[in-house]
């Protein structure tokens, strides 16, 4: 579904920080938070499709119990937007290794392929994944 280009009022926060439980609802909820942003256009679509790929994978693989929370942090700048997604006990999240491409017909493990495709940079740092964004930019080098 198409988004009708927004349009920030002057109030408009450009920083976020949000925690969700650790439910099957959080990439929901992280998406919603992010929406206080209001980030324009594509830049949008793109960053709450990856903040739930993330929030996703901390649900499923960060061995966290539905009552603990993942914390969302955004930053944006008007040129570059930077969210982190912390879930879990201070633990490092595991490096990414070898191909993160699902094999063709895969239902799952897309998430961090999505990130690696979309984002114009992204890594893990401090027990966090973070990507970045810019606006009307194509990803880096791929």
């Known amino acids: 579904m198409a988004r009708h280009q927004r349009q920030a009022a002057p109030d408009t926060p450009r920083r976020l920080d949000a925690s969700v439980r650790a439910t099957r609802n959080a990439p929901w909820q992280a998406r919603r938070a992010l929406r206080r942003l209001a980030l324009p256009g594509l830049l949008g679509d ?6 739930s790929e993330l929030v996703t994978n901390s649900v499923r693989h960060a061995g966290l119990r539905p009552d603990e929370l993942i914390r969302i942090t955004a930053d944006w700048s008007g040129e ?10 201070g633990v490092p999240p595991a490096a990414v290794a070898g191909s993160i491409r699902p094999a063709p017909g895969a239902e799952s493990g897309w998430g961090l392929y999505l990130v690696d495709r979309l984002a114009s940079r992204w890594g893990t740092a401090a027990g966090s994944h973070w990507f970045e964004l810019r606006p009307e930019q194509p990803a880096q080098g791929r």
Do not use: D, F, S, T
């Not at 793109?46 to 903040?51: G, K």
């Not at 570059?80 to 006990?89: D, F, I």
């Open 46 to 51: 793109h960053a709450e499709l990856l903040v």
């Open 80 to 89: 570059r937007l930077k969210v982190a997604v912390r879930g879990g006990r």
